[in-house]
């Protein structure tokens, strides 16, 4: 799946010619869009499950964009930004923090979350009268955006592979 999207990306976007602006401005501004979704995705766990779907796909879709820069702001882990500069992995980290302290205050976490899990695979999970099996309101929240998060770590991945792969194959 990631392999195709990102070869279909590249297919529809090969012609584009991009810039490359040698510059070191003194402050760095993402701008609102980045700001924003970074916002976002660090509230993950506070976040409803469509704000947070929309969220990922988002920047999935955005990581998938040949463009030379991307690679190295959004998946290149060892660069080095200032530490008041957003970044994904910070704002992946944040998250992960989250969810440690969060799941210390669920009590049977990962029994419940492969409940959620299972039941987020059923169609009917989406139905606003759907409820989950005597899972507290605010417990399901936090775990229903636990596997949200763990499926984007998991689509990273599968896109940075997908990604390496293609600029290996280009060479």
Known sequence: DAQLAV???????????????????????????????????????????????????????LIRLPHPAIY??????????????????????????????????VLEFSEKLELVKQQMQQLDHISKYYSSNGIPPEEKEILTNTIIFEEFAKELMALLHSKTTQNILLR
Do not use: C, H
């Open 72 to 105: 190295s702001y959004f998946l290149n882990t060892s660069q080095n930004f200032p530490p008041s500069f957003s970044t994904l992995k910070n704002s992946m980290l944040e998250v992960s923090q989250a969810v440690l302290e969060q799941s210390d205050e």
């Open 7 to 61: 070869y279909q990306v590249f297919q529809k976007t090969s012609n584009w010619k991009y810039e490359i602006v040698d510059s070191q401005p003194e402050q760095f501004y993402e701008g609102e869009l980045l700001f924003s979704m970074f916002s976002r995705l660090e509230s993950m766990l506070q976040n409803s499950e469509t704000i947070n779907y929309s969220v990922t796909e988002l920047f999935l879709k």
